[in-house]
């Protein structure tokens, strides 16, 4: 049985590496593109592969010891379904946010032209698209993540042992491919705060708390509802 420090350490670690090498994967993308022309670049499956890549080890790493959330918004599916206290929540929460933070900062250390046009890596809306539908598809995209995580790392009937990060890992991938050319995916609170304080760039930033948090929610809810089988 882990103690709570140890618990904060590993959610702080895990979405440090999110972070790091989600967001890194965007700035090593721009700096490709500056240096050679527009010729090369890791494009929008090599980014959504390093995110689904950071969460899935994470979460095959450290999952057995905090759960592996890395993200307010299955932290807060797991507090709708009385699995986790108030208290514990608010700590995962900031755990979380600061793992966010400081890998943020530390990757302002990269040169200014690398981070600068694509405000490191922050979510922000594509051009066309409402705050209303951000917050639809956040929501949607987030909700498959969570549902994900309470079948595959919750129900005990799940493989945790043996796809759980697998499994965790694609979902962020698959809502990459589709969300990250209209609202950047991030279904993930912390992914976009981070981010957004280093570079001070803050546009419709509640889009990425509004959203997955509620489809968090709704998926945390729904999972714990109709498939957990209750003692």
């Known amino acids: 049985m882990y103690s709570k420090p140890q618990k904060l350490v590993a959610e702080f670690i895990g979405t440090f590496a999110l972070i790091f090498f989600g967001v890194g ?10 240096s050679t022309n527009g010729q090369v670049g890791l494009g929008l499956l090599g980014i959504a592969l390093a995110h689904g890549l950071a969460i899935g080890i994470m979460v095959t790493s450290l999952g057995h010891i905090s759960g592996g959330h890395f ?31 400081a890998a943020a900062y530390l990757l302002r250390r990269l040169p200014v032209d690398v981070w600068g046009p694509v405000q490191l890596g922050t979510p922000d809306l594509a051009s066309g698209i409402s705050r209303a539908n951000g917050i639809l598809f956040e929501a949607v995209m ?31 991938t698959m809502a990459a491919l589709f969300g990250g050319p209209f609202t950047g995916a991030a279904l993930n609170p912390a992914r976009a705060f981070g981010p957004a304080l280093a570079a001070n760039h803050w546009n419709n930033h509640g889009v990425y708390w509004i959203g997955p948090l509620a489809g968090g929610i709704v998926a945390g809810w729904l999972y714990d509802t109709l498939f957990l089988a209750k003692k």
Do not use: H
């Not at 994967?25 to 500056?34: E, G, H, K, P, V």
């Not at 993200?71 to 966010?100: C, E, H, M």
């Not at 994900?148 to 694609?170: H, M, P, S």
């Open 25 to 34: 994967s965007i700035c090593a993308d721009q700096f490709l593109r500056t």
């Open 71 to 101: 993200n307010p918004a299955i932290t807060i599916g797991f507090w709708v379904t009385r699995k986790i206290s108030t208290f514990d929540t608010v700590a995962y929460w900031i755990a979380q946010l600061a793992g966010a933070v």
């Open 142 to 172: 987030t909700f498959f993540l969570v549902f994900v995580v309470f079948a595959t790392a919750v129900d005990e009937r799940g493989a945790f042992n043996k796809i759980a990060g697998f499994a965790i890992g694609l979902s962020i």
